[in-house]
Structure formats: structure tokens, C-alpha cells
């Protein structure tokens, strides 16, 4: 079972990513107003993304017995002036997701709650990925300096991003 703090931070952490897929559903709706269709797929994907990472933890506090308290969801931004302004937050945000998840782990860790601190495992290599792959697409979109055929062809790859359904064994 849960203890009442862990339960209370896991709670907080579902509404934080809930938020995030608020948040990124603000961008990808920022995106379609540039005119950025391809980004604006990647960043609804990215939304999509969070979802599924709050119903993990969701999932999880029931499972240990925990109970879900959902929050009101804080009003993202609505407009950034440019793509790599929309990118530089999101690795921002990141940033602040991986703080949130480490001192979660913090936590269970000084709890002795194996359980959850194995849980949070898959959320700190996640994070790896999140924070490098808005990175890799701020240093692209820098090299770009504004060209259009070349935020055009960036646009186009992201386009590319599809959105994968966890298997119901990873949802868990
Ligand atoms: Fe759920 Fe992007 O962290």
C-alpha cells in the first residue's frame, strides 16, 4: 500500500501530466496557426504521449491500493512567436518533468517502497528520450536559422510521427 505522501505526490504528478498534454495541445494548436502542419502532428502526438503516461500512474496508484484525486488542470500559453520558441519550452517543460519524476524517486526510495521506485524507473529512462528529443530538434531548427526550405523539409519529418498505443503489459 501506498503511504499517504507517496500517494499525494503520484496524484500531483498525474495532474502535472495532464497538464503537459494540455500544454502541447496548446503548441500543436500554436503549430497549425504558423502554418506548421508536420509539427503540429509531432506536438499531438506528444500530447497523446502524456496521456497514456498519466493513466500509467493512474493505473498504479490503484493498483497499490491508492486512491485518485484528479485536480483542475492549469491554462497552458497560447502563443509562442516561432517554432524553435514552441520547441525551447517543450525541452524546458521537460526539464522540469525529469526534476518532478527524480524527486519522486527521492522519495520512494527514502520510503523503502521498492515497488514504486521500480515503477518510476521507466519514467526516468522515458525522460532520457523526452529531453533528447526536443533537444536534437532545437539544434536542427537552429541550424535551419530561418531558412524556409529548410523549416519546411523539418516540417516534414516531423509529420512522420505516429502515435504508438502501449501495450496493455506496459500500461500496467
Ligand atoms: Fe510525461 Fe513528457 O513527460
Redesign the pocket.
Known sequence: MLSKELEKALNEQINF?LY?SYLYMAMCGALQSMNFEGASNWMKVQAME?MT?ADKMFNFVFERDGKVMLDKIDCPPSEWPSMLAVYEDVYKH?KI?TARISNLMELALSEKDHATSSFLQWFITEQIE?ESNAKTIIDKLKMANNAPHMLLMMDMELGKRQFTMPAASEQA
Open positions: 501530466e503537459s502524456e503516461h521537460e518533468v523526452e
